[in-house]
């Protein structure tokens, strides 16, 4: 028997377990719901092996090895199969680290407050997260069509958490959203891409994708729309309303939708279908790029403008997320090295951010009861380390050097000058000045303003440590990536 065969084999089998493994945790919640000590420490293992998997596959990826398993065939050319590249690797490193933080901060919010049906609710969580991996791990467009529909099946419990009629209204947007724009355009969209090259698989570099040389533009431009619009995660106006709709879950699901899972399963399907299967090449061949970079730049500059009119907290921040998540499509449709690693770098950068906000908002909620952001004037003074945490993620997404959103920064406004496109380099511009304007102010007040009328302090304390721990590991994680930043550039640079 070959050796290095069955070496192969087994570091292949890496990819079932990875998959498998969020899984297995969310039966293990199911069956010890009675036993709640018992049941977290079941997510937070989980987690923990999750991280270790993936970590593990990290530096054959990097020496350059591709990871293959096919768990079996549909049809000639349609599989249900793993992989694991730089590309993935992206994804999946930030889910698998998120998921262990999130859990432990699941476990104070939810305690804290006393929630109804923790055991559905950390079953699902567990779910959303195998998703999430199979997402980050898919082969081929079926196998993450296929995954890409699991996420949106198993948040919809954690939308309609609070079972209110906000709750199951918020709930209905979401799946009808997601699930009417998948089954409308990816779903057409995946079968005449099979038909033009008679399987469905991802292209082993960006530049020349799966598409045969021949095809009719005019056919593969409209495919192309269809991918872009299809996958609605991605919050690309006007297929966004879901987004800020599902702010009405608990906040540990508002970071789960904005960090970790759904919106990053978004951008992550998008631009992986526009580098491995319309392919660079084919993409500047056809002039979709620097439209598509116009276009989300609406996005970018409409969310943020809407941000700004918020007071609520959760809906600012959800806002923020629409516009964030554009920078990412935005930098790949540069199609310049620069902007695919500036749009890729922020696949990370936002997501450690971004989930730093909604913790921090739920550690408010949970300390004060409060979510109006004109109430939270004062409140840094009771809550330090919070509101410090807050202003520090803050500053990733402005994009303030050393911390991470500088690096996402950098690479775009030097995308935009390979692309000779300085209208791009204004839309980055004047986002920035939008950013500045919708968050400072929240920790200026925190830490300067003066508490209302009639309030007084007493009483008032930072959230649980099982709460404010995990927050102040994700900030002080967007600072060090903006210093050390290769943890996750090496990776992006692989995928160039």
């Known amino acids: 028997m070959d050796i290095n065969a069955v070496s192969g084999?087994?570091?292949?089998?890496?990819?079932?377990?990875?998959?498998?493994?969020?899984?297995?945790?969310?039966?293990?919640?199911?069956?010890?719901?009675?036993?709640?000590?018992v049941r977290e420490s079941c997510t937070v293992v989980a987690a923990v092996i999750l991280f270790a998997i993936i970590a593990s596959m990290g530096p054959l990826v990097l020496a350059g090895h591709t990871l293959h398993y096919t768990i079996f065939r549909i049809l000639p050319g349609v599989t249900v199969s793993l992989r694991a590249d730089a590309f993935s690797m992206i994804f999946a490193l930030v889910a698998s680290t998120l998921w262990i933080l999130a859990a432990f901060y699941s476990l104070g919010y939810m305690r804290s407050l006393r929630e109804h049906a923790q055991t559905r609710?950390?079953?699902?969580?567990?779910?959303?997260?195998?998703?999430?991996?199979?997402?980050?791990?898919?082969?081929?467009?079926?196998?993450?069509?296929?995954?890409?529909?699991?996420?949106?099946?198993?948040?919809?419990?954690?939308?309609?958490?609070?079972?209110?009629?906000?709750?199951?209204?918020?709930?209905?947007?979401?799946?009808?959203?997601?699930?009417?724009?998948?089954h409308a355009f990816i779903l057409p969209a995946m079968v005449l891409i099979y038909v033009l090259t008679g399987n469905l698989d991802f292209a082993h570099n960006i530049s020349t994708g799966i598409l045969p040389a021949g095809a009719n533009a005019t056919l593969?431009?409209?495919?192309?729309?269809?991918?872009?619009?299809?996958?609605?995660?991605?919050?690309?106006?006007?297929?966004?309303?879901?987004?800020?709709?599902?702010?009405?879950?608990?906040?540990?699901?508002?970071?789960?939708?904005?960090?970790?899972?759904?919106?990053?399963?978004?951008?992550?399907?998008?631009?992986?279908?526009?580098?491995?299967?319309?392919?660079?090449?084919?993409?500047?061949?056809?002039?979709?790029?620097?439209?598509?970079?116009?276009?989300?730049?609406?996005?970018i500059l409409m969310a943020s403008v809407i941000a700004l009119s918020k007071t609520n907290l959760k809906a600012r921040l959800a806002y923020s997320t629409v516009s964030q998540l554009s920078y990412i499509i935005l930098g790949?449709?540069?199609?310049?090295?620069?902007?695919?690693?500036?749009?890729l770098i922020h696949i990370a950068n936002h997501a450690f951010a971004k989930i730093t906000l909604f913790f921090c908002a739920g550690s408010i909620f949970v300390?004060?009861?409060?979510?109006?952001?004109?109430?939270?004037?004062?409140?840094?003074?009771?809550?330090?380390?919070?509101?410090?945490?807050?202003?520090?993620?803050?500053?990733?997404?402005?994009?303030?050097?050393?911390?991470?959103?500088?690096?996402?920064?950098?690479?775009?406004?030097?995308?935009?000058?390979?692309?000779?496109?300085?209208?791009?380099?204004?839309?980055?511009?004047?986002?920035?000045?939008?950013?500045?304007?919708?968050?400072?102010?929240?920790?200026?007040?925190?830490?300067?303003?003066?508490?209302?009328?009639?309030?007084?302090?007493a009483g008032i304390k930072e959230a649980p440590l099982t709460m404010l721990i995990p927050l102040m590991i994700t900030s002080l994680i967007t600072l060090l990536m903006g210093i050390y930043p290769d943890v996750f550039l090496n990776f992006v640079k692989a995928v160039l």
């Not at 890496?14 to 036993?35: D, E, I, K």
């Not at 619009?229 to 508002?254: Q, Y």
């Not at 935009?416 to 929240?442: D, R």
Request: positive net charge; charged residues 10%.
């Open 9 to 37: 084999q087994i570091e292949s089998c890496r990819l079932v377990w990875a998959v498998l493994t969020p899984l297995l945790a969310s039966f293990a919640v199911m069956l010890t719901g009675h036993r709640p000590n």
């Open 121 to 182: 609710f950390n079953a699902c969580f567990a779910l959303a997260i195998f998703g999430a991996i199979g997402v980050a791990l898919s082969d081929n467009l079926f196998t993450m069509f296929m995954f890409y529909e699991l996420v949106s099946i198993c948040t919809y419990p954690l939308v309609a958490h609070h079972q209110d009629e906000e709750g199951y209204k918020g709930a209905r947007k979401y799946i009808v959203y997601l699930s009417g724009t998948s």
């Open 220 to 299: 593969v431009t409209v495919l192309y729309i269809f991918c872009l619009i299809g996958f609605a995660k991605n919050g690309i106006m006007p297929f966004h309303h879901w987004l800020p709709g599902a702010m009405v879950a608990p906040t540990p699901v508002s970071a789960l939708l904005h960090a970790v899972a759904v919106v990053k399963v978004g951008v992550f399907c998008t631009t992986r279908v526009m580098l491995y299967v319309f392919g660079v090449n084919t993409m500047s061949a056809l002039n979709l790029g620097i439209p598509t970079a116009y276009f989300v730049s609406f996005t």
């Open 332 to 343: 790949v449709a540069l199609l310049t090295p620069a902007g695919i690693q500036g749009g």
């Open 367 to 457: 300390a004060t009861q409060k979510k109006d952001i004109s109430e939270m004037s004062g409140l840094g003074r009771s809550m330090p380390f919070t509101f410090a945490a807050f202003g520090l993620a803050s500053l990733t997404m402005i994009g303030v050097p050393p911390v991470a959103g500088f690096v996402t920064k950098w690479y775009l406004l030097v995308g935009s000058m390979q692309a000779h496109q300085i209208g791009i380099m204004l839309v980055l511009l004047a986002s920035t000045l939008l950013n500045v304007a919708y968050f400072a102010p929240i920790t200026y007040k925190a830490f300067f303003g003066k508490r209302p009328a009639g309030e007084v302090d």
